[in-house]
């Protein structure tokens, strides 16, 4: 057996007396039900060739204009921006 874990009940008799010398943590209650998870900001966006060439981006960026294969020459595509280049060259 590479590991045996301890009982419930061992574990609780023997961190117990260490929790007592610790004493009380100094930070507020952690209540993972009222937490909310911060909302990324600053996605990285793929753009991709026909050749299959790929890089990725800020939508900052890629909003001023897509960029050029290094490959092929072509113009990238990315899904977010799809709708928004067609009918302009």
Not at 37 to 49: F, G, N, P, S, V
Not at 65 to 76: A, H, K, Q, S, Y
Request: hydrophobic share 30%; aromatic share 6%.
């Amino acid at each position: 057996m590479p590991h045996a874990l301890p009982s419930e009940d061992t574990l609780r008799k023997t961190i117990r007396p260490i929790l007592k010398r610790a004493g009380k943590l100094p930070h507020g209650s952690l209540d993972t039900m009222t937490t909310t998870r911060k909302k990324q900001t600053t996605r990285l966006l793929k753009a991709e060739c026909v050749c299959g060439y790929t890089v990725r981006g800020t939508s900052k960026w890629f909003a001023l204009g897509l960029p050029f294969c290094g490959v092929c020459n072509e113009r990238m595509v990315c899904e977010e921006f799809e709708d928004e280049g067609e009918g302009e060259e």
